[in-house]
C-alpha cells in the first residue's frame, strides 16, 4: 500500500469536529435554590387562601372537607414513599443467585410470603380507616341538625342563577345570596334548563342540579364575608362566567337588608315641571312641534 492511500484512509476514519462539536465545558456550579422553584412554589400556596377556595374554610362542612383532603393528601404520600423505598431497594440489591438451579415452578419463599401478607393488610386497613374517614364526614356535610333560619331556592339557568328567598315577605335576586353569620340555611337547588353544580367552596361542596330533581344543601357561614362560587358542572358556551357570590352579614345588617328588599318599591322622584308620557299620551308639546 502507498503511503498516500495510508494517511488518506486514516483521514477518512475521523469524524471532523466541524460535523460533530463537542460542547464546551461548564464550570460546576454549587446547587442554590432556583428562583423559577420559588415562585411556582409561592403561587401554588396562594392558591389555598381566598374567596373561592376549598382549603380555605369558613363552616363546619367546608372544614370537615378540608380535614378529608389533608387526612388523604397525608395518608396517601405516605403509602408513595413507602412503594417507592420498597421499589428501590428492589432495584439496587443484589440477589446472589450462583449455585441455584433453573426450576419451572420454584417455591414460594417464606419472606416473600410474609411481605404479601403485610402489604395486603397494610392495604386492607388504609382503605378501611379512608372509608371510615369519608363515611364520618358526609354525616357531618348532608346531615340534618334543627331546623333552618332561612330557605332559599336556587335555580341555574343558562349562564345566570336565579336566587328566591321563600317565605312571609319573599323577594328574589339574581347571582348572589346574602345570608346570616352563625345561622343554618337550606339551600334548595333546581334547574330551569341543563345540569348545572352549586359550589360554595369555602362554605360547602359541590351539588348537582339536574332535571326534574330537586337537591338540597345547608351552609352556615362562620363570620362575615364575601364568598365566590362558580358552577362546576360544563354546561355551555359561558359555563366560565357563571359565578354567584355568598355575602355573609351580621344578623342585624341582614334583616335590615332583607326588609329592605321585601319593602314595596319607591316611586321615583322626578324633576320638578317634567312629567312622564305612557306609551298611550301624546307627545309633550315641544316634541309634537320639532316633529311637524
Not at 184 to 211: E, M, N, Q, R, Y
Amino acid at each position: 500500500m502507498a503511503p498516500d492511500e495510508h494517511n488518506n484512509n486514516e483521514r477518512d476514519r475521523r469524524v471532523p469536529d466541524a460535523v460533530f462539536p463537542l460542547p464546551p465545558s461548564r464550570p460546576e456550579r454549587v446547587w442554590a435554590p432556583s428562583v423559577d422553584l420559588l415562585v411556582t412554589g409561592s403561587a401554588l400556596l396562594s392558591g389555598c387562601a381566598g374567596v373561592q377556595s376549598a382549603l380555605d374554610p369558613h363552616s363546619e362542612q367546608a372544614d370537615t372537607l378540608a380535614v378529608l383532603f389533608w387526612t388523604f393528601t397525608a395518608v396517601l404520600g405516605l403509602v408513595w414513599l413507602v412503594t417507592m423505598a420498597g421499589l428501590l431497594l428492589a432495584l439496587t440489591r443484589r440477589r446472589d443467585g450462583r449455585g441455584e438451579s433453573a426450576e419451572v415452578r420454584p417455591a414460594v419463599k417464606r419472606p416473600m410470603l410474609v411481605a404479601f401478607a403485610a402489604m395486603l393488610a397494610s392495604s386492607a386497613i388504609v382503605l378501611s380507616g379512608l372509608a371510615v374517614l369519608s363515611f364520618g364526614g358526609q354525616r357531618t356535610i348532608f346531615g340534618s341538625g334543627a331546623g333552618a333560619a332561612l330557605t332559599i331556592s336556587v335555580i341555574g339557568h343558562q349562564w345566570w342563577w336565579q336566587v328566591r328567598y321563600e317565605g312571609d315577605g319573599g323577594f328574589e335576586t339574581a347571582n348572589e345570596i346574602r345570608i346570616p353569620v352563625g345561622s343554618p340555611v337550606d339551600i334548595k337547588l333546581t334547574t330551569a334548563d341543563v345540569i348545572h353544580s352549586f359550589w360554595i367552596p369555602s362554605l360547602a361542596g359541590k351539588l348537582d342540579l339536574i332535571p326534574g330533581k330537586r337537591n338540597e344543601l345547608r351552609i352556615e357561614a362562620s363570620k362575615p364575608g364575601v364568598y365566590r362560587g362558580q358552577c362546576a358542572e360544563f354546561c355551555g358556551q359561558q359555563h366560565a362566567h357563571m359565578a354567584i357570590f355568598v355575602v355573609a352579614l351580621e344578623s342585624r345588617e341582614f334583616e335590615r337588608w332583607r326588609a329592605d328588599q321585601a319593602a314595596p318599591a319607591k316611586p321615583m322622584a322626578h324633576r320638578r315641571g317634567q312629567g312622564v308620557a305612557s306609551a298611550g299620551s301624546p307627545p309633550p308639546a315641544a316634541l309634537s312641534e320639532s316633529s311637524r
